[in-house]
T-cell receptor, first 112, second 109 residues
Framework: DGGITQSPKYLFRKEGQNVTLSCEQNLNHDAMYWYRQDPGQGLRLIYYSQIVNDFQKGDIAEGYSVSREKKESFPLTVTSAQKNPTAFYLC???????????FGEGSRLTVL | KQEVTQIPAALSVPEGENLVLNCSFTDSAIYNLQWFRQDPGKGLTSLLLIQSSQREQTSGRLNASLDKSSGRSTLYIAASQPGDSATYLCAVADNQFYFGTGTSLTVIP
């Protein structure tokens, strides 16, 4: 089945550690996105990529990094510079800005 | 910058009732509007996509309308069921996707 796979579903991190969240899609979509969701807040855009080997910062990119070496994959690294990383992270993809947006099941990161 | 507002923030209805969820946005220059459902601890599931040239879309008991000129969309749910309990979010697409904060719906058996 076509879709978006995020892993791991749950992740615990000690302060000062970097962690990488995986996002893989088999929808043949050019565009991929990372969002952060906190209780009581809307989704906030971290990074997005419209094409392989290119990506742009979203509204809250500080403390995060991404890569887009393959069309299918858009991993997100939460670095130790991110001051408040505990959150629910959602990966999405679309065929373009005017295409339907599809989401993965999310990854919940908890900093101990 | 686009701002998306959803009213009400929470809604509780008895099973079988028809209901309307509202979404408003500030800039009418959008490509499309999408309605999503989110269950607790899960990702967003796409319900309906309305392109900017369309006025409404229907899927089963769901009907979504779009009035671009007034910056409004409504999601109509007919004959609500307890399984419809979830948070419903709308999103508009212009240069980015902009999301509302959602309406938390509880359908009481």
């Amino acid at each position: 089945d076509g879709g978006i796979t995020q892993s791991p579903k749950y992740l615990f991190r000690k302060e000062g550690q970097n962690v990488t969240l995986s996002c893989e899609q088999n929808l043949n979509h050019d565009a991929m996105y990372w969002y952060r969701q906190d209780p009581g807040q809307g989704l906030r855009l971290i990074y997005y990529s419209q094409i392989v080997n290119d990506f742009q910062k979203g509204d809250i990119a500080e403390g995060y990094s991404v890569s887009r070496e393959k069309k299918e994959s858009f991993p997100l690294t939460v670095t130790s510079a991110q001051k408040n990383p505990t959150a629910f992270y959602l990966c999405a993809s679309s065929s373009g800005r005017d295409g339907e947006l599809f989401f993965g099941e999310g990854s919940r990161l908890t900093v101990l | 910058k686009q701002e998306v507002t959803q009213i009400p923030a929470a809604l509780s209805v008895p099973e079988g009732e028809n209901l309307v969820l509202n979404c408003s946005f500030t800039d009418s220059a959008i490509y499309n509007l999408q309605w999503f459902r989110q269950d607790p601890g899960k990702g967003l599931t796409s319900l309906l996509l309305i392109q900017s040239s369309q006025r409404e879309q229907t899927s089963g008991r769901l009907n979504a309308s779009l009035d671009k000129s007034s910056g409004r969309s409504t999601l109509y749910i007919a004959a609500s069921q307890p399984g419809d309990s979830a948070t419903y979010l709308c999103a508009v697409a212009d240069n980015q996707f902009y999301f509302g904060t959602g309406t938390s719906l509880t359908v009481i058996p």
